[in-house]
């Protein structure tokens, strides 16, 4: 029962019962707006896939005014999101590589023509500074 009397005591204290209010309200408004920001991976991978449409966009104009290339549509696949490098010692905090391309499908009206095909993957493979086994060149 000693116990128990204590912990009535302390109970009545004004000042806990105010601390143990602040400390409850304080971390309800923490948690509050914690649900507020967004700690997901989505930037990220928002901002890879707007580097490969406007990838994909510079390529379809390399790709098109190759002579016998015709109308395309070019597709790539991305190795990662990218990502931003802390720097030390510099003027500069940070760095952002971009997102490494892992392969390409080009589908175009010249992609029987063994003269076209190679055109265009010397031009997709020089863009992308890619291997030429990443590239897939079809009609």
Known sequence: ???GKKF???LSD???VKAAVI???SAILLIGILSMIDFSPDNSEKASREYAARTEERL???VTSISGAGE???FLTMDNSGENVYLKNTDTKTVSIEPKVRGVVVVCDGGDDPVTVSRVLEAVTKALNISSDKV???K
């Open 1 to 3: 029962m000693l116990q």
């Open 8 to 10: 009535s005591e302390w």
């Open 14 to 16: 004004r000042r806990v």
């Open 23 to 25: 400390v409850g309200v």
């Open 60 to 62: 379809l104009e390399i």
């Open 72 to 74: 395309a549509k070019i």
């Open 136 to 138: 897939c060149i079809t």
